[in-house]
């Protein structure tokens, strides 16, 4: 098969043939159609995050067609690979519900094998089935940047005004969920960055402009999609007493001192750390209720390096996902 693998931290992806995968007992062998391009697949290229598997096939954003079937998946249904690709079932935290945070957990396209490639193999026990609205396209952005934001969102508890800061891909998502349920979004991107305003506005935001000056209106709530740690400092000038800002990333840079008085009066800080299968079930459920429209600029599988540099400066607007098969 067709594989764009990393070979170390912060060189480029190389086009290489690699072997198909043989799956593991309980593992699908899964034909990609689509993966989606996720801002942490810069971390793990960067070598930002430690330790990853290498030679890496990275991508967590996987949308296919089971090749080879095991558990409850049969040869020929459609299946999405998120993120989380294991965990060991036994520690405190995933005895407590908390999967999310085991101490053994695998990652896909990081301690696993992922989705740059012509096919996979992932524990069928941490695949989804796709909604049969969405095709492959559609649905590759909801299983990183859907079920984060989706995590986060639920951790900003009930709150009426939300800033989200950066407005990506978790972003366009979300702004579409809050609004169904009654919420108002302001958008915070780089100062100047009109184009990512306007799109904002067009996805449902009620206000967008730059992360430099203050909220129009106090926040409920913030979500950091951005992973720049000054920006938890500035969300925090714009909360209400008892607001929280939620930190969707899983790298961000130093979070800069901060008078005491932008934490006082029951203000909280706090990260999301991954996700747990519930959290999978629950989101994709509701994206079966309601539509979710994403921005998407494909690339074809060997154009990777030119998807990541797209993200890594900012002139994707919305999604890039890898067209693989289909």
Same mark, same amino acid.
């Given at each position: ?6 070979p ?31 801002? &942490? ?11 990853? $598997?290498?030679?890496?096939? *990275? ?10 079937g %095991? ?14 690709? !294991? ?5 405190r ?11 053994? %957990?695998?990652f ?28 492959? =396209? ?11 934001? !989706? ?21 366009? *998502?979300?702004?579409?969920?809050a609004?169904? =349920? ?9 100062d100047?960055? &009109? /184009? ?16 430099g ?9 913030? *979500?950091?999609?951005?992973? *720049? ?5 500035? %969300?925090?000038? +714009?909360?209400? $007493? ?31 750390? +991954? ?11 509701? /994206?079966? &209720? ?14 990777? +390096? ?10 994707? &607007?919305?999604t ?7």
């Amino acid at each position: 098969m067709r594989a764009m693998v990393l070979p170390r931290p912060r060189a480029p992806l190389a086009l290489t043939d690699l072997p198909v995968p043989r799956p593991r007992e309980g593992e699908l062998l899964i034909r990609i159609e689509v993966c989606a391009v996720c801002r &942490t697949d810069l971390h793990v290229v960067d070598g930002e995050l430690p330790d990853p $598997k290498l030679p890496l096939v *990275i991508g967590h954003q996987i949308a296919g067609v089971v090749a080879r079937g %095991a558990g409850e998946f049969a040869e020929g249904e459609r299946v999405g690979v998120p993120w989380l690709g !294991w965990t060991d079932g036994t520690c405190r935290y995933c005895r407590s519900g908390r999967e999310n945070l085991c101490d053994r %957990a695998r990652f896909t396209g990081y301690t696993i094998d992922g989705g740059y490639a012509e096919f996979c193999a992932a524990d069928a026990r941490y695949c989804f089935r796709l909604p049969d609205s969405y095709s492959a =396209e559609e649905a590759s952005p909801l299983l990183c940047a859907g079920l984060i934001g !989706w995590r986060a969102l639920r951790m900003a508890g009930d709150a009426r005004r939300l800033g989200f800061y950066g407005f990506g891909s978790s972003a366009q *998502i979300l702004t579409q969920l809050a609004r169904a =349920e009654g919420r108002e979004v302001y958008a915070f991107t780089r100062d100047g960055d &009109t /184009a990512a305003q306007q799109f904002a506005r067009t996805m449902g935001a009620v206000w967008a402009g730059g992360s430099g000056g203050p909220s129009p209106e106090p926040l409920d709530a913030a *979500i950091l999609f951005a992973p *720049i740690g000054p920006l938890v400092v500035a %969300a925090l000038r +714009n909360l209400v $007493k008892g607001g929280t800002v939620v930190c969707a990333g899983i790298h961000m840079s130093n979070i800069p001192s901060f008078p005491y008085s932008l934490l006082w009066e029951e203000r909280a800080v706090r990260s999301v750390a +991954n996700l747990t299968r519930a959290d999978g079930v629950e989101f994709l459920e509701r /994206a079966g &209720t309601v539509r979710i429209r994403t921005e998407r600029h494909p690339f074809a599988l060997e154009q990777a +390096n030119e998807a990541l540099a797209a993200l890594r400066y900012g002139t994707v &607007t919305g999604t890039a996902v890898l067209r693989i098969s289909g």
